[in-house]
């Protein structure tokens, strides 16, 4: 706790939030580029505010768009940034962007200002982890270019963009390059979205990012290397036990390893878990598998009290202890047979291990990874590993032969993937399970564990039977009838979700900016994680940016049933247009837009849909980025019919709309919001939502209470509601009300 409260006080000052901060400091990590913008971690040495010294957090995050710069790790820069708390977008289910910025001690993320005075103060060195891993990174990149099947084309930033798909044909190898930086350097960065999809579906996502897995490997080979060569001595063996030497040369290469990688979290746990296994057979002392995994879970959490949260800290330890099981339990035997049997049931096991913890975290699990795993973890291990070292090591050497050798690998590692993205390609791989509870989870984790505890087979029996009989009925999935509503935390934009029973409609897509889309990183995943394959109606509001999203990419995903828009929609053909549009009716739910008179000719954002739902007495109003002129016809035309229990409000919270005679006619008991965290506009404006609290309403922002959720029942009563921000928030978020400055 008390580590846990000096990270939290190391934070940027409110009143130096977006504030213009002059900054000198150290590139450190690898930095990213998507195009002409840069994204890296900046350790801050000097920060002047107003030609004043001041304190600000050592490490932050920056971003630099546009920018024709060429930046590299252990450069020294001077910049002028704006700076703000740390912020993620916080949805159910989905990944926490704060917390990672948290366990990796980021106290404050920013932009670089457009200035003069923003210039190179110091060229890299030649030493450091960092330097080197930029000098690999380069040369790698290198072989997309020489290739000989790779086009004219080519460019710097073109291998391995996130846009890519596997079939991509910027560069030949772009798809086995963006792996080999993965597993050699730690940079995922360049590893395409549908990949990540793929890798996901057979549920090999640990085989690409570095963990406790690939230390081990390359000890264990070190390990086995260092002692053949060893035992070739008998004089070498008398003055230093092999075993001892087997240890310091496994330390020496996972130490190497996690270097190469950048020293990450989880290559640091798995180091200090490999330390208290080897330091004692350096000092040959004898310790019980199960106490060297309850002190290296003790050496962890002092180390990084933060990584309880963490769910690879969970799925690392899980493993270790199946593990531990395994070879505690098993018949010791040079047996090849008995070996490969043992390895089988290692791996099953681990799998089945950590089911109730991949359900936990993440909401899915593939079916088919046991077997996939089964396969691919001796490839990745033996082969795909230790020859993506090499490839990194030899592309500083231009020798024919090595670049030949490396060729080939980059070719084989190519073939791996278009063998995997061909086997992946039914979602029906993944189970699903977003509306487990609690209680579900545990009846999970129990289950599971009869697997590994010797206990009475009466007692297994009747664990199994407990969860076969009162799994059913303890689910979160809303009664039938229910209509569910969902708000998601997307920044400055809006998207919505209305589900009742087996339909899906979805509101607005959310915002679409440099680099990427809230439609893939939000929306998709969360809908992905519903167990949502289908949408029946998708309404998109107008075609502002914010609103539109990626369509393209929501398409390449959902079956899309009919089609409203406010106007015309880049990449959406065979629409209708919400103004010509009355309504309908989904078994007792109805569904219809409020026009009014040449609403149709309008563009931007009075050209939105207004939609109305009504369930059973409960009525919503989804209002898009409406304005004072279209609230005010809606008021003539539709006067009382406005009254609304919930209503979404009007362009963000800006100043040009939800005027006060248009609150007063709607008189709403929920206002929900939609905006970006310290956006640029301001909004909400605290005009607008004093406006629509005067009458009691209770006023909920996405950028200060993330996700919101509503359900009400079959009679029309609100029958549960939710804020991420009051039931899932950590220790470790921001307080979002107490940072919006003035």
């Known amino acids: 706790m008390l580590v846990a409260h000096w990270q939290l006080s190391e934070r940027l000052p409110n009143h130096l939030i977006k504030e213009p901060i002059q900054v000198v400091g150290e590139i450190i990590d690898l930095p990213d580029k998507q195009g002409k913008n840069w994204r890296f971690n900046f350790s801050i040495r000097q920060a002047l505010h107003n030609s004043k010294p001041i304190e600000v957090p050592e490490k932050v995050r920056l971003s630099w768009y546009r920018t024709e710069q060429q930046l590299s790790s252990g450069q020294t820069w001077q910049f002028q940034v704006k700076l703000k708390p740390p912020s993620g977008l916080r949805n159910f289910g989905l990944f926490d962007l704060e917390g990672w910025y948290f366990q990796h001690n980021i106290r404050a993320t920013g932009y670089i200002v ?3 005075d923003n210039r190179m103060v110091q060229e890299p060195g030649w030493f450091g982890f960092d330097v080197w891993r930029e000098k690999i990174r380069a040369k790698l990149a290198e072989f997309n270019r020489h290739s000989p099947d790779s086009d004219d084309s080519y460019s710097d930033d073109s291998y391995g963009s996130k846009n890519d798909s596997p079939e991509d044909n910027s560069g030949h190898y772009s798809g086995a390059l963006a792996m080999t930086m993965a597993l050699t350097l730690g940079d995922k960065s360049q590893i395409s979205q549908q990949h990540w999809e793929m890798f996901q579906r057979l549920g090999i996502n640990h085989l690409v990012a570095i963990s406790g897995l690939h230390i081990g490997m390359i000890a264990l080979l070190a390990y086995g290397v260092s002692g053949r060569l060893w035992r070739l001595s008998a004089r070498l063996c008398e003055r230093i036990a092999a075993p001892q030497v087997q240890a310091v040369s496994a330390l020496v290469f996972a130490f190497g390893y996690a270097g190469l990688a950048g020293f ?26 199960y106490r060297q995994l309850f002190l290296a879970l003790f050496v962890v959490l002092v180390w990084q009290p933060s990584a309880i949260s963490s769910a690879g800290f969970w799925l690392s330890f899980t493993a270790v202890a199946a593990i531990f099981y395994v070879l505690h339990f098993s018949e010791q035997s040079n047996n090849k047979l008995a070996f490969l049997s043992n390895l089988v049931k290692m791996q099953l096991l681990i799998t089945i291990a950590m089911v109730p913890l991949t359900l936990l975290f993440f909401q899915q699990v593939s079916l088919v990874s046991p077997v996939v795993n089964l396969v691919l973890i001796p490839v990745f291990s033996f082969l795909v590993v230790p020859a993506a070292l090499a490839s990194a090591l030899l592309a500083f050497i231009d020798h024919q032969t090595t670049r030949v050798f490396i060729e080939y690998y980059l070719h084989a590692l190519q073939l791996l993937l278009d063998v995997l993205a061909n086997f992946s390609g039914s979602e029906s791989l993944a189970f699903k399970v977003y509306d487990f509870s609690m209680l579900q989870y545990l009846l999970v984790f129990m289950a ?9 087979v009466f007692l297994k029996i009747s664990l199994w039977l407990l969860l076969i009989i009162v799994f059913p009925f303890s689910t979160n999935i809303p009664a039938p009838g229910s209509l ?38 939000v929306l998709i995943p969360y809908l992905q994680n519903q167990g949502i394959s289908k949408i029946d109606l998708l309404v998109i509001s107008h075609a502002d940016s914010d609103h539109a999203g ?21 990449y959406l053909d065979q629409t209708q247009s919400c103004h010509h549009v009355s309504r309908w009716n989904w078994s007792g739910t109805e569904f219809r ?73 709607v008189d709403p008991e929920w206002v929900i919001n939609s905006s970006g965290y310290l956006n640029r506009y301001r909004f909400p404006a605290d005009s607008v939502k004093l406006r629509w609290t005067q009458n009691n309403a209770r006023f909920l922002d996405t950028a200060t209470h993330g996700s919101i959720e509503f359900i009400i029942d079959a009679a029309g009563n609100l029958a549960g509601q939710r804020t991420f921000h009051d039931n899932q928030k950590k220790y470790w978020h921001e307080n979002r009300l107490a940072d919006r400055p003035g």
Not at 448 to 456: D, E, K, L, M
Not at 622 to 637: A, C, M, N
């Open 484 to 521: 569910q509503l969902t708000v998601l935390d997307v920044g400055q934009g809006s998207a919505y979700l209305i589900k009742k029973n087996d339909r899906v409609l979805v509101y607005d897509l959310g915002p679409r900016y440099s680099g990427g889309s809230a439609t893939r990183s």
């Open 264 to 289: 990450s979290l989880p290559t640091q746990r798995a180091l200090i878990m490999l330390s208290v296994v080897l330091v004692s057979r350096i000092l040959l002392v004898n310790i019980q598998p």
């Open 114 to 116: 457009k200035s003069e």
């Open 593 to 665: 837009f409020l026009t009014v008179a040449n609403q149709a000719s309008e563009t931007g954002n009075n050209a939105s849909c207004v939609l109305q739902v009504s369930h059973h007495g409960f009525q919503a109003l989804l209002t898009g980025d409406i304005e004072k002129k279209i609230e005010r016809q809606l008021v003539s035309e539709y006067a009382k019919q406005l009254k609304s229990e919930l209503v979404l409000v009007p362009h963000h919270g800006s100043r040009s709309s939800s005027t006060r005679d248009f609150v007063t006619h």
């Open 448 to 456: 599971a564990a009869t697997f590994f505890i010797r206990i009475n």
């Open 550 to 570: 990626d369509i393209r990419a929501l398409k390449s995903q959902f079956e899309i049933g009919r089609i409203f828009v406010g106007e015309p929609v880049r």
